[in-house]
């Protein structure tokens, strides 16, 4: 679970013209500087864990991503489209609270949140490699000049990268000139809730058939007693 600084206790944030969510001032000024400072709200996030999953079949490994997140739930609504949070030291994978996430990025090039993107970046391309036929393996180095290449575009034209985007470039990433099938890409994460699904259906059959025979059985039941009857009548 990340672990919170001494004085990180709530921040307050905007929702931008862009839709996502910044930080707009925080407890802790000594350590965070909030100019460009993004945090993802829990609908972000939820779609980051779920592009996560297929990559469980490459030794993820969850706690890479508690380490690199400080989770904050909603205190209170104020005016102008901002929310304060407060410090919540529940889990971010784990929590049925409604939390943001913010990511660690104290020490923007060895922290927790820098680990994480390097573990996420070379698993996307050990699953890229797997599923597409290059003439010649994908490396890390490619990916990540690739999306450096787009950040500093963005820079150029006056647009922040928000955390939001870093992540998912790299999750969503495929080469130019590829095609991913996303049937494959998704099939680990189908495969429990595949087998889930077919064991809930043969025991619907089973509950079925049973309550059949059961029906059948007392019909039967039925049919004989008007025999018998039929037959006393005839007597």
């Known amino acids: 679970m990340a672990q919170a ?4 206790d709530w921040c307050t944030v905007r929702l ?13 000024e000594i350590h965070w500087d909030v100019d460009g400072l993004g ?10 864990t779920d592009l996560l999953e297929p990559l469980q079949a490459y030794d993820f490994e969850p706690q890479i991503v508690e380490n690199a997140f400080y989770g904050f739930a909603i205190d209170k609504e104020l005016k102008k489209e901002r929310v304060r949070l407060t410090r919540s030291n529940n889990s971010l994978l784990d929590s049925e609270e409604v ?6 990025v104290i020490d923007e090039e060895k922290g927790p949140y820098a680990d994480f993107l390097t573990h996420i970046t070379r698993l996307r391309v050990r699953l890229l490699n797997d599923l597409i036929d290059f003439n010649e393996a994908l490396t890390v180095e490619e990916l990540e000049e690739e999306i450096r290449d787009r950040q500093n575009a963005d820079f150029l034209e006056g647009r922040a990268t928000h ?10 990433y495929v080469p130019e000139g590829f095609e991913l099938d996303m ?14 699904d077919e064991l809930a259906d043969l025991e619907g059959a089973e509950e079925e058939t049973l309550e059949e025979d059961d029906t059948m059985r007392w019909d039967d ?7 018998e009857a039929a037959e006393e009548e005839r007597l």
Not at 99 to 104: H, R, S, V
């Open 5 to 8: 600084t001494p004085n990180l």
């Open 39 to 48: 945090i993802l709200d829990p609908r972000q996030f939820s779609h980051i």
């Open 163 to 172: 955390f939001f985007q870093e992540i998912t470039s790299i999750l969503e």
């Open 183 to 196: 049937a494959e890409e998704s099939s680990a994460r189908n495969t429990e809730s595949a087998v889930a």
């Open 16 to 28: 931008g013209n862009d839709m996502n969510w910044w930080v707009e001032e925080i407890s802790d």
């Open 99 to 104: 939390l943001f996430a913010l990511p660690d």
């Open 221 to 227: 039941g039925d049919e004989r007693e008007e025999v």
